[in-house]
């Protein structure tokens, strides 16, 4: 640039402005920068239609012409092109491993040496206090990831749910489990190794006027004070066998002095250990054979009746536990860390008394609610014969969840569902809940229901014309076919009685249809027809 083209006083934005018109490219380099750019992003396309042709013949983007044109099943398709790309399954694995090299995660996962952190765990510590007036007005309007505005105050919803159990004679204890980055652990990721003003082990700003408020109103609140950094997995959302043992201690001491004198059951544990790999690892999508986080190990004390057949819930124990994932952790066979040894059965074996439950991963502030009512509106009644709810929500529920009122139906006569066998039925695709995507989230698979109509019989009884079932929409961070379903698509089922797997399958993340047309609907459990 000659001396000519500037002059004293000019701003650097003006010399830049200069420079840059200026710059001269040669033909053959332009070209040639050009005929790179089209061939990396026409390469894309071309590899995935390759890859997608030897596979089944032809390419998926062709099955657009086949949707109803709906904005869901366009939203849905795009979704589906996205997480099958070849390219992108191929490179982001590689890239995330070389990031980790550099101490750096991804959306969800934050990293700090052996220690995993999920995101909203670490912004409930971090982040504004949950009951902030501009936070609550914020909340209430939604966003992108809300279908409809969440209800943002959990104080509302937990009084309201406890006054409905107030009014039949029953107690509720919450238990709010503190989460990950906390104490010790809080201090690791904060900056200069503080943690900032008005955080005391891992408590949101809100948290204790929020405590004082349901605790004022008569609710118990258990072993939120035990926060700890030693009582959680490294690579793992979840809390070690030993704390959550210590706290169904503190709760059976709560809960045994409101039981009756008799009823009592002799339980015994044993000693298991178990090693995998904590859920927050496997978000990060890393290759096969990464080497940056090691496989844990933990011991596990499976509970057994006196007989030495695994623990079961009892429908009539007079206590009825509301949990999610980490009431699950250890209960679950499908999380990878052993089953029959959660917080539900540790709560039983320390009160040496039966107990029910409805535990179901993830949506702690209303799943549970949620399930309990459509159940009693179905004609179970849950609560028969119950003296006390136990509620356990991971404490980042009050900061990200959904706090919907849930008003509990009065069950006039407890006689749930007439006997129902298998059946197989075709039909078309009404509606269809979408699972998360693959990686997203803590928990590795996921049920999402569909409603069925223009229902045809194939095999079996069935005199209905439409049809509420669940059908696994994730196993093992990877979509299944019925996740691609799109409205309209005609399918056959093997089905039986949701009630006959609830047991096995119901402490799995589901996703919903919120339709109120479908709660009087006795839903399903399906599998395609092969």
């Not at 070690?240 to 002095?257: F, H, K, N, Q, S």
């Not at 119950?386 to 980042?396: E, I």
């Not at 078309?428 to 019989?457: F, M, N, T, W």
Request: include cysteine; charge should be negative.
């Amino acid at each position: 640039m000659s001396e000519s083209t500037t002059k004293p006083g000019m701003t650097r934005e003006q010399v830049a402005a200069i420079e840059l018109g200026q710059t001269d490219v040669e033909p053959r380099v332009a070209w040639g920068m050009l005929v790179v750019f089209l061939l990396v992003i026409v390469s894309v396309p071309v590899i995935q239609h390759v890859h997608e042709i030897r596979e089944t013949g032809a390419p998926k983007a062709w099955n657009v012409f086949a949707l109803e044109p709906t904005e869901k099943n366009f939203v849905a398709f795009e979704r589906e092109l996205d997480d099958e790309s070849v390219v992108g399954n191929w490179l982001l694995p590689r890239v995330q491993n070389v990031l980790l090299g550099l101490g750096v995660g991804n959306e969800k996962a934050y990293v700090d040496g052996e220690w995993l952190f999920y995101r909203p765990g670490v912004d409930y510590v971090t982040g504004p206090g949950f009951l902030e007036p501009s936070v609550l007005r914020r909340r209430a309007l939604g966003g992108k990831s809300w279908e409809t505005p969440p209800q943002p105050d959990p104080g509302r919803a937990i009084l309201d749910f406890s006054e409905q159990l107030r009014r039949r004679d029953i107690t509720l204890i919450l238990v709010p489990t503190p989460v990950k980055p906390e104490s010790a652990v809080a201090d690791r990721v904060t900056s200069g190794g503080k943690a900032p003003d008005g955080i005391a082990a891992g408590f949101n700003p809100s948290y204790d006027s929020w405590r004082r408020r349901v605790v004022e109103a008569g609710v118990m609140v258990v072993g939120d004070r035990l926060a700890r950094a030693g009582g959680f997995l490294r690579t793992d959302t979840h809390w070690v066998p030993e704390w959550m043992d210590r706290i169904t201690e503190l709760v059976a001491v709560e809960v045994r002095g409101l039981m009756s004198a008799e009823g009592e059951v002799e339980y015994a544990r044993g000693a298991e250990d178990v090693r995998n790999l904590g859920d927050i690892a496997k978000m990060l999508r890393l290759p096969e054979g990464q080497a940056h986080f090691e496989v844990e190990s933990v011991s596990i004390r499976p509970v057994r009746n006196s007989d030495g057949t695994p623990w079961q819930p009892d429908p009539n124990a007079e206590i009825l536990v509301l949990g999610d994932s980490f009431s699950n952790i250890y209960s679950l066979k499908g999380m990878g860390w052993g089953e029959h040894a959660g917080f539900v059965e540790q709560l039983s074996f320390h009160l040496q008394r039966p107990v029910d439950r409805i535990s179901i991963n993830d949506n702690g502030a209303f799943r549970t609610r949620q399930e309990l009512r459509d159940q009693m509106r179905r004609g179970r009644d849950r609560l028969k014969g119950k003296k006390v709810v136990v509620w356990q929500f991971a404490a980042r529920e009050l900061a990200v969840g959904d706090w919907r009122m849930i008003d509990l139906p009065e069950v006039k006569q407890d006689d749930p569902l007439p006997e129902r066998g298998r059946v197989t039925l075709r039909g078309r695709v009404a509606q269809r809940a979408s699972p998360p995507r693959p990686g997203s989230v803590p928990y590795k698979d996921c049920l999402i229901a569909i409603e069925l109509r223009e229902v045809q019989v194939v095999e079996g009884e069935f005199d209905a014309g439409r049809a509420l079932v669940f059908v696994w929409g994730m196993r093992d961070n990877v979509w299944t076919d019925a996740a691609r379903w799109g409205d309209g698509a005609e399918v056959t089922l093997d089905l039986v009685p949701w009630e006959v797997v609830e047991a096995k399958y119901g402490g799995y993340n589901r996703e919903e249809l919120d339709d109120v047309e479908l709660l009087d609907l006795a839903p399903w459990f399906g599998a395609p027809r092969e």
